[in-house]
Antibody
Framework: EVQLLESGGGLVQPGQSLRLSCAAS????????MNWVRQAPGKGLEWVST????????YYADSVKGRFTISRDNSKNTLFLQMNSLRAEDTAVYYC????????WGQGTLVTVSS | DVVMTQSPLSLPVTLGQPASISCRSS???????????LSWFQQRPGQSPRRLIY???DRDSGVPDRFSGSGSGTDFTLKISRVEAEDVGVYYC?????????FGQGTKVEI
């Protein structure tokens, strides 16, 4: 059974940093593309970033480029999202999601950026 | 960037009746490999999204056959043949042919 478990969310002040983690199980993590997708309170889904499975290419939405970094540790089946220079508009539930086609989602972790 | 436009944004439905959601892209979603990477997701209240349809019309495992997807190029449709109470939620389309990936705004289905 595929499982994706996000952690690391919380309340931070504008300008601060936060690192999200996503522990994966039930599939071959190392060969799977992995994504972060976010959802602001009461809003729709927004793709944030993707880390390819085999080529180690990374992709970012313009809204986070230069501030967020996606990475992965295949030995620990874990995906990360390092978020720097956080802004109020980054407040959202952040979902970890599997594969190019986003076939499985985690339960999400809430990030709140507020002073 | 590709823009995904869903309509309607709100869809009142009647139990047992059909329902249809449109998703249009600002450019063709046909990939160089010949596939069209358009997916549909359901998000029930308080839950994570769940994929229903991938590559326009392929249904995910466990998805009831009352859900179907169709379309080509830039024009796509999700149909529910007979709405059930558990179908209430927000439905999103997603294109993953081009970078950056893009979701539609979402369509809220309510009884």
């Amino acid at each position: 059974e595929v499982q994706l478990l996000e952690s690391g969310g919380g309340l931070v002040q504008p300008g601060q940093s936060l690192r999200l983690s996503c522990a994966a199980s039930g599939f071959t993590f190392s060969s799977s593309a992995m994504n972060w997708v976010r959802q602001a309170p009461g809003k729709g889904l927004e793709w944030v970033s993707t880390f390819s499975g085999r080529t180690s290419n990374t992709y970012y939405a313009d809204s986070v480029k230069g501030r967020f970094t996606i990475s992965r540790d295949n030995s620990k089946n874990t995906l990360f999202l390092q978020m720097n220079s956080l802004r109020a508009e980054d407040t959202a539930v952040y979902y970890c999601a599997k594969e190019w086609g986003i076939d499985y989602w985690g339960q999400g972790t809430l990030v709140t950026v507020s002073s | 960037d590709v823009v995904m436009t869903q309509s309607p944004l709100s869809l009142p439905v009647t139990l047992g009746q059909p329902a249809s959601i449109s998703c249009r892209s600002s450019q063709s979603l046909v990939h160089s490999d010949g596939n069209t990477y358009l997916s549909w997701f359901q998000q029930r209240p308080g839950q994570s999204p769940r994929r229903l349809i991938y590559k326009v019309s392929d249904r995910d495992s466990g998805v009831p056959d009352r859900f179907s997807g169709s379309g080509s190029g830039t024009d796509f449709t999700l149909k529910i043949s007979r709405v059930e109470a558990e179908d209430v939620g927000v439905y999103y389309c997603l294109q993953h042919t081009h970078w950056p990936r893009a979701f539609g705004q979402g369509t809220k289905v309510e009884i």
